[in-house]
């Protein structure tokens, strides 16, 4: 081993590497505890299913730098193959960052399946959790008949909203955008926020708490010096969000479907459908939610990951380097388990 590593490693054994495992053992158990009830369920409710062949537990990511090839995700698949007995499937995004892609977003292709039976020539599905990220789908017919895929985080979607209203005593985050209703928008410091590089990138391009994260924001808080309230703020990170993303939504497309978390935000919906009316669109921009796919907004993430493992399981590929930049089709996903006790070849 060079002697540069070694050291590198050896400064490595830190009281907050062990605190990061801690919580990866931690999030290992509760996942297997969420796994464990559902089982029970599928078993009870759905038998006509058989047998269950995986779970694929994505894990908390807590680093995602893809110019640099690494994204990092907390998770324990052997607590949770232990605990359940089951394949668990995880690690999905390094093999794509290995052959140079952005390991995100992931869930491009899975929109195109659950949007499969819609007519429209130019439609998008919007995954609006604390990053947004954005699907093309575009219909093309005659000699090039088949569908277009294009995707890219947006920036972000609820991260900071969420962030702003813990800090300022409001939970977790801003039930039904009961905040930022309260406040105005600032456009200055919408436009301000608007200034970060990474709006500025062609895709492919992905981001996360790397870039839009509490010290960023407070930089631009203390930048822009005008007095701003704390639902001022909550509106202007709203609208920053819904500005964001229709900047990114091509005027020819026709319908949006909205998912995740945000989908059920009734003022995130209204700022988003505003904001793409204020972009100069030649047609308007018909939005609804996923539930008009037969997909209740806040399963569609879940499902797609657990597509992602059946895809590693049947050894098919589940990125798509039209989105990713990768340098081609990979398949994705680490397998482990199921835990079984150890037989010696005395034993059969």
Request: net charge neutral; charged share 20%; aromatic share 6%.
């Amino acid at each position: 081993m060079p002697e540069r590593l070694r050291e590198t490693f050896l400064q490595l054994h830190d009281p907050l590497c062990e605190a990061a495992l801690l919580k990866a053992q931690q999030a290992g158990l509760a996942f297997a505890g969420e796994v464990s009830q559902l089982v029970h369920v599928v078993k009870k409710d759905t038998k006509s299913l058989g047998p269950i062949q995986a779970v694929g537990v994505h894990g908390q990511t807590i680093l995602h730098r893809p110019e640099l090839g690494i994204s990092l995700q907390l998770n324990a698949p052997a607590v949770i193959a232990e605990q359940t007995g089951l394949v668990v499937v995880c690690d999905f995004r390094t093999a794509d960052l290995a052959a140079q892609g952005q390991g995100a977003p992931l869930v491009p292709l899975f929109h195109q399946a659950i949007a499969q039976g819609e007519e429209s020539g130019e439609l998008a599905v919007l995954n609006l959790g604390g990053i947004a990220n954005l699907t093309l789908l575009t219909r093309e017919r005659g000699a090039h008949a088949g569908t277009r895929i294009r995707g890219f985080d947006t920036g972000p979607a609820n991260m900071l909203m969420d962030l702003w209203a813990k800090e300022n005593g409001r939970g977790r985050f801003d039930k039904d955008g009961e905040l930022a209703r309260a406040g105005k928008a600032n456009q200055g410091f919408v436009d301000l926020l608007m200034q970060h590089p990474f709006f500025a990138k062609a895709p492919p391009k992905s981001t996360g708490r790397d870039d839009f994260n509490a010290r960023w924001l407070g930089q631009q808080l203390q930048a822009f010096q005008a007095p701003l309230s704390v639902a001022d703020v909550q509106a202007s990170l709203l609208a920053f969000s819904c500005q964001s993303i229709a900047k990114a939504i091509p005027s020819g497309t026709q319908k949006l479907f909205l998912c995740g978390g945000g989908a059920k935000n009734p003022s995130f919906v209204q700022g988003l459908q505003h904001a793409l009316g204020q972009d100069g669109r030649r047609d308007p921009c018909e939005v609804q939610t996923t539930d008009k796919l037969g997909w209740a907004v806040e399963e569609v993430e879940a499902a797609a990951f657990a597509w992602l493992a059946y895809l590693r399981m049947n050894d098919r590929p589940g990125n798509c380097p039209e989105v990713t930049g990768a340098l081609g089709p990979r398949c994705l996903g680490s397998i482990t388990g199921p835990a079984q006790p150890w037989k010696t070849p005395s034993q059969g």
